[in-house]
């Protein structure tokens, strides 16, 4: 009974999990399982017995996952690449390059789908149509989305086309079975169909479960790549699991990130209360100053390191007046200088020093001999932060929360800063305006408070 089986097979995955204490899974299932009229009952049984929740995933989804593996292990740097996933139940054809997934088909011609069409009288001529029609949709779609532009790179996964590169390497004596070319896939071909499936087993060595599926495989395989026009498939021996595995560490580091987050902000919290800061202020130029770092991130290009950095030279940017309210920007510099946060660097604490030395007064300049000894990127960094912040502390000039939101729009050669809150904060708008020139120098743009004359 199939459902036993899984069962059975889900359990022990659960044992081996617990034995290495593994903490984070993803089960998917593709294919097989989102078309079995027994799914659910399926589902519920795995998981009341191993507690293993399974997500059924559609092709769109499954060619994300299969591009974020290919990406992570082929160069697809400024090219166009094609993927060819060819499973049991269905293939995926994905165009991609190495950041997004252009287009993709999913077709139900899988290999174990193929099979049982050859094996049935005259299925060799319903085959044979049923693949042409398949391929001809494809290549159609990839027409239509790049037109004549040429394919650089063809990346095929799945088992059997990684049988197909073992056997390149085995029949035609290659050092590897990392590729196959148009050509070799050919000779392939033409050797399979005239080996026995006994043959193939002891001959070949194919494994009892690839050698009957590796011949539509190889079909549906060598008619892609001669409609596309590639000379040669790619196969770094990567799926859909390496994606789904990518995916689930992206999210444990995200996580990880966060808690990592939470360290700093509150050790920061903990720095402004001992110097008496006004922390609700402080709090409300922080949120604003992340709103504006999030709306202008194509512009400033920083990562999530820069925004932590941001982040807590926003809250801590007033406790110079601990020392003294004038000169106050100066004594915060040395305060966060001296006083070291859990979770940053020496580096990072000198970066959230200087942003926040700049939130007033002189823009950054060379003659600062602290800014002078920072690396020229981190310079940069400085005075774009130092930019934002000055704009989000103008939006609480005068320490009364009332800007809930700001929203930031670019219109050539211009932003447009538009707020959100209480009454017509006619004050605060005046502040953008006139804390607005080190933003405009950085940005080498215009910065428009919409319904202000300005």
């Known amino acids: 009974h199939t459902i036993d089986k899984t ?39 795995v998981n009341k017995a191993s507690g293993i929740e399974i997500s059924i995933i559609g092709g769109e989804e499954e060619a994300r996952l299969i591009h974020l593996a290919a990406k992570a292990t082929v160069n697809l740097k400024n090219k166009v690449a094609l993927l060819i996933d060819i499973g049991g139940g269905s293939v995926e054809v994905v165009l991609a ?107 070949l060595r194919l494994r009892p479960d690839r050698a009957d599926v590796i011949v539509p495989a190889a079909i549906v395989l060598h008619k892609i790549v001669q409609q ?59 949120r604003l100053a992340l709103q504006i770092f999030d709306q202008t991130a194509s512009f400033h ?57 700049y939130h007033r007064k002189s823009a950054p300049k060379i003659q600062h001999e602290p800014y002078e000894a920072m690396a020229p990127k981190h310079r940069l960094m400085i005075s774009k932060l130092a930019a934002i912040l000055r704009l989000a502390d103008a939006l609480d000039h005068e320490h009364a929360s009332t800007v809930d939101a700001v929203e930031v729009d670019y219109k050539r050669p211009r932003f447009l800063f538009r707020l959100k809150g209480k009454g017509d904060m006619l004050l605060e708008k005046w502040a953008l305006v006139n804390k607005r020139d080190l933003f405009e120098n950085v940005f080498d743009a215009n910065v428009v408070v919409e319904d202000l004359a300005s």
């Open 301 to 357: 290009e920083l990562d999530s390191e820069a925004r932590l950095v941001l982040e807590v030279a926003a809250l801590l940017h007033d406790i110079g007046h601990y020392v003294n309210v004038s000169n106050h920007h100066k004594h915060t510099f040395y305060l966060i200088q001296s006083s070291p946060l859990v979770g940053l660097t020496q580096l990072q604490m000198d970066l959230v020093a200087n942003v926040a030395r």
């Open 97 to 203: 390059d190495d950041t997004n997934v252009l287009c993709t088909e999913s077709y139900a011609m899988g290999t174990v789908r193929l099979l049982k069409i050859l094996d049935e009288k005259a299925g060799e001529e319903r085959f044979n149509r049923l693949v042409t029609e398949y391929v001809d949709a494809t290549q159609r779609r990839l027409e239509q989305e790049i037109g004549n532009q040429k394919i650089d790179v063809c990346v095929g996964t799945g088992g059997s086309i990684e049988s197909l590169g073992e056997l390149r390497k085995q029949l035609f004596n290659k050092n590897s079975s990392q590729k196959v070319t148009a050509e070799e896939l050919k000779g392939l071909l033409k050797k399979l169909r005239a080996t026995s499936m006994e043959d193939r087993i002891h001959d």
């Open 228 to 286: 596309a026009g590639v000379d040669e498939v790619v196969i770094p021996g990567i799926g859909l699991k390496d994606g789904v595995l990518l995916e689930l560490l992206s999210q444990f580091r995200d996580r990880e990130k966060n808690v990592h987050r939470k360290q700093v902000i509150e050790s920061a919290r903990r720095m402004g209360k001992k110097y008496f800061f006004d922390e609700k202020h402080a709090t409300t130029a922080a």
């Open 7 to 45: 069962v059975e097979t889900f359990t022990e995955f659960k044992q081996k999990l617990e034995e290495h204490a593994v903490t984070h899974t993803k089960a998917v299932g593709t294919c097989a399982l989102r078309e079995a009229i027994n799914r659910d009952a399926v589902l519920k049984a």
